[in-house]
């Protein structure tokens, strides 16, 4: 009888037991939002792609939960590696389904952008750009909206700098193929004639690194626009000031990483480029906070450094995968549900201050920013220099 007796007590506290955990396992899913980071940790885009990443896990960091239908849920990231490709974009947007992500931030590189968005739209599922400036990006694809400004401006800013310096003619460089190279080149080079000056154009295959023959087009312009990749950057500068010492290099967003400084070394003079912020400016009290909190958290993770490039300097990809980030809790918290078109419906009328400036979307999902900061390199500093901000109409 007494053995009877303890048999039946383990076999209630074994149920009891089971029982607490299915229960526990089935209240964890059911509170459960899953975001999507769609970047590229691999390739020739990885070091802008890892310090966009930082961003939006500070942000996380920060907001780890959101309330929906009076229900806190936990907000998980996944991760998907784009590698930098346009054609492998596609298989990471797909891992990303499959994992019921409800939201997706990024790319860090347009063409990764455009070729994954399709299969979000066709999913049902917001995907919100970080850097992804290129203007097909959101083009006929209601499910893409982004926080950053577009190459059309980008490129028409770089082309009044250059004119504003003086410049008669000056050289494009683009990479063959890309998106974002070759859509920002045509908007610099049309702006730029605009003005009244003379355009010489070139251009690279993916992964070249030899460009002695493409920069002697170069030899006597009085600057070079040359919108490409970390990786390809300092290649392009130090050759560059092999045929031409004097001429400035104007580049894009892309140029915003301690390895173009650190590759480029003494080259690096007489170097530009636009980018969507500067740590610096205080003017945005929501900006100086933003800034503070991130160092400290970028400094206490030997990790999180090195993604960063090493230091603790705040790049503006980071600061606009933070507000992309702040956009979809937002958006979530007015559809009051984790429905992918009703986050995007939500999305449509989010208005709030970003530590970029202040955030709404456009008709086609785009960011209303009319603003770019213009940075140049320190060679004796080894570190950005903020110039000023800049607009078309300036």
Not at 213 to 239: H, W, Y
Request: aromatic share 8%.
């Amino acid at each position: 009888m007494f053995k009877m007796k303890k048999i039946i007590a383990l076999l209630l506290v074994l149920l009891l037991a089971c029982t607490m955990l299915a229960g526990c396992g089935s209240n964890s899913d059911a509170k459960v939002i899953k975001i999507g980071i769609f970047e590229p940790g691999t390739g020739e885009n990885a070091g802008g792609g890892k310090q966009e990443v930082l961003g939006i896990q500070y942000a996380h960091s920060l907001v780890p939960e959101v309330t929906i239908g009076g229900e806190t849920y936990k907000i998980k990231l996944e991760i998907a590696d784009n590698q930098s490709d346009a054609t492998k974009a596609p298989s990471a947007a797909q891992q990303l389904v499959s994992k019921g992500v409800s939201v997706v931030l990024g790319t860090y590189g347009s063409a990764c952008a455009i070729a994954a968005g399709p299969i979000f739209a066709e999913n049902k599922i917001t995907a919100i750009g970080c850097s992804c400036t290129n203007p097909q990006v959101t083009a006929e694809n209601d499910y893409y909206f982004r926080v950053c400004f577009l190459d059309p401006f980008q490129g028409t800013v770089m082309a009044n700098l250059a004119l504003e310096q003086g410049c008669k003619k000056v050289g494009v460089l683009t990479q063959a193929g890309d998106d974002y190279s070759v859509g920002l080149g045509n908007y610099f080079s049309e702006a730029f004639k605009n003005g009244g000056g003379e355009v010489v154009t070139a251009s690279f295959q993916t992964g070249e690194t030899d460009f002695s023959a493409i920069v002697s087009n170069f030899k006597d312009c009085d600057a070079v626009f040359a919108p490409s990749s970390i990786e390809t950057g300092p290649l392009i500068i130090k050759q560059l000031r092999a045929v031409n010492e004097n001429c400035m290099i104007l580049a894009s967003d892309t140029w915003e990483n301690g390895k173009v400084i650190e590759n480029a070394g003494e080259a690096a003079t007489n170097v530009y480029f636009s980018t969507f912020f500067d740590e610096n400016d205080e003017s945005n009290p929501k900006s100086k906070d933003f800034v503070k909190g991130y160092k400290a958290w970028l400094n206490a993770s030997a990790e999180n450094l090195k993604n960063n490039g090493g230091d603790d300097t705040v790049a503006a990809v980071s600061a606009l995968g933070y507000d992309a980030y702040m956009a979809a809790i937002e958006a979530i918290k007015a559809a009051d549900s984790a429905d992918g078109t009703a986050i995007r419906d939500a999305l449509k009328d989010v208005k709030m201050v970003g530590v970029t400036g202040d955030l709404s979307f456009d008709s086609k999902g785009d960011a209303e920013k009319n603003m770019a900061y213009i940075k140049t390199i320190d060679v004796a500093a080894k570190s950005f220099k903020f110039l000023k901000t800049q607009t078309i109409a300036e």
